[in-house]
């Protein structure tokens, strides 16, 4: 079963102060993605990668930067957090196969920023 | 936005009712996926529906899709009460982008 892990699992940051969500993944997935979920909003697509040293922005990216020096990692950067980027975080991964790409996903963050 | 009439709603039913969930999309697809996030958990792939398959059963769940309208949708048969999630139908959109419906909360009390 694909594994996805995120950390940390919960983060309290300060308004102004940079903030990083780790992801990795153990099923060599070419494929990895950052989504906020935010009730009324579903999930929604921060940033994406097909593979280490590519990143794509999503339907949000604004205030956010991804880095993936691997195959296995992929980041979610804040640098500025603020209050709107007060969500829980999900990472995912999936590699494509069959035309469906279906994503696994880890558990994912609670990030609070005051 | 890729996607048509939001989708997000609350469903609260009784064990033992049917009940249908709908996605209606903008962005051409050729496959639709459908996605469970029980409380505290990241979503789960539940059934995978194509463009050459007008409907796709798996258990008690049936997902179909209608190319032409542009719509999906997921129905349960006989629910439990751990079928209490939410519900998430999603599409890819260009390369290997996915993104997701707003998601329907359905609560199903014993």
């Known amino acids: 079963e694909a594994a996805v892990t995120q950390s940390p699992r919960n983060k309290v940051a300060v308004t102004g102060g940079k903030v990083t969500l780790s992801c990795n993944q153990t099923?060599?997935?070419?494929?990895m993605y950052w989504y906020r979920q935010d009730t009324g909003h579903g999930l929604r697509l921060i940033h994406y990668s097909y593979g280490a040293g590519s990143t794509e922005k999503g339907d949000i990216p604004d205030g956010y930067k991804a880095s993936r020096p691997s195959q296995e990692n992929f980041s979610l950067i804040l640098e500025l957090a603020t209050p709107s980027q007060t969500s829980v975080y999900f990472c995912?991964?999936?590699?494509?196969?069959?035309?469906?790409?279906?994503?696994?996903f880890g558990k994912g963050t609670r990030l609070t920023v005051v | 936005s890729q996607w048509g009439e939001e989708n997000l709603q609350a469903l609260s039913i009784q064990e033992g009712e049917d009940v249908t969930m709908n996605c209606s999309y903008k962005?051409?697809?050729?496959?639709v996926q459908w996605y469970r996030q029980k409380s505290g958990k990241g979503p789960a792939l539940i059934i995978l529906i194509r463009s050459n398959e007008r409907e796709k059963r798996s258990g008690r769940l049936r997902a179909t899709l209608d190319t032409s309208s542009q719509s999906s949708s997921l129905s349960i048969t006989g629910t439990l009460a751990t079928d209490t999630a939410v519900y998430f139908c999603?599409?890819?959109?260009?390369?290997?982008?996915?993104?997701f419906g707003s998601g329907t909360r359905l609560l199903v009390s014993p």
């Open positions: 999603a599409i890819r959109t260009g390369g290997y982008k996915v993104v």
């Open positions: 995912a991964s999936g590699d494509g196969t069959g035309g469906g790409t279906e994503v696994f």
């Open positions: 962005t051409y697809t050729t496959v």
């Open positions: 099923n060599n997935h070419n494929n």
